[in-house]
């Protein structure tokens, strides 16, 4: 999905992991994700750089559909549909 | 000829068994050294690797085991062997020196202060995320009886044990990823 059709998506979950550091991001994706139901969707919020790698290949070894990112100012909004 | 069907059936079981007892999504790592940096990489993997759904399990030996010891727990009844080695080497994970520009504490103070800047866990945290997640914390029983280590002044952790090299090579035979750091 482009940045356009993501910035019209309401999360079913927002998970705020900005200012924390390598692996924290992932951790809280992890944490959060048991939190909502298959096909329901999050959002994660990083200023982590190396986030943006990570939660697709998470996603691909979790079988979550990685939807896209949004670059905001100073962070990065990653969005998934849980498996 | 149905004879021969059904050996070779029964053949082919056995073997998907062995398959599926095989490898599994788990990470073994060997935690040698006992340097701060190091084993800030060594929990950062492991954490990482738990988020990434894989078991994992850690084989803390020679001078990494330093690095598990409580400081508040004090111990009687060692030989003055086992005294200097508790005195020489650093007591628990907060007092780790860097690999590189330790510069008499100087070095390692500083990347402290720049964890804390950047937000990068300390390695307090880390092992109480590593605790939450169940990692699992394995010590070498050889190297803890080198060093005169006592099961009684390490750290408390919620998965700890003290085992062998067997143990070690046990896990790391049905891990998908073996490190060693």
Redesign the interface.
């Known amino acids: 999905m482009n940045s356009e059709e993501l910035r019209n998506i309401t999360a079913n979950q927002i998970v705020d992991a900005r ?6 991001p ?2 809280a ?2 944490k959060a994700i048991g939190d909502i139901e298959s096909g329901e969707i999050m959002e994660i919020l990083s200023s982590d750089e190396g986030t943006k790698h990570d939660i697709p290949r ?1 996603c691909e ?2 079988e979550h559909d990685f939807l896209g990112i949004v670059e905001e100012d100073s962070y990065t909004r990653l969005f998934l549909k849980k498996a | 000829m149905s004879i021969d069907i059904e050996n070779q059936i029964a053949e082919l079981q056995k073997k998907v068994g062995k398959l599926e007892k095989g490898t599994k999504d788990q990470l073994s790592m060997v935690v040698f050294s006992g340097d701060l940096d190091k084993i800030l990489a060594a929990m950062i993997i492991s954490t990482g690797a738990v988020a990434y759904d894989m078991k994992v399990k850690l084989f803390f030996t020679f001078w990494a085991t330093a690095a598990l010891r409580d400081p508040q727990k004090k111990v009687s009844g060692k030989n003055l062997i086992s005294k200097m080695f508790g005195m020489m080497l650093p007591k628990g994970k907060n007092k780790l020196k860097l690999s590189k520009m330790h510069m008499m504490g100087m070095g390692s103070a500083m990347m402290k202060g720049l964890m804390k800047k950047k937000n990068v866990a300390s390695l307090d945290e880390m092992f109480k995320i590593a605790g939450e997640l169940g990692v699992e914390i394995n010590i070498c029983e050889m190297s803890m009886d080198l060093m005169g280590f006592k099961k009684e002044e390490m750290m408390d952790y919620p998965h700890m044990n003290i085992c062998g090299v067997a143990t070690f090579l046990a896990d790391a035979s049905e891990s998908k990823v073996q490190l060693f750091i």
Request: some cysteine; charged content about 15%; hydrophobic content about 45%.
């Open positions: 200012g924390t550091a390598c692996p924290g992932l951790l994706a992890k998470w070894k979790m």
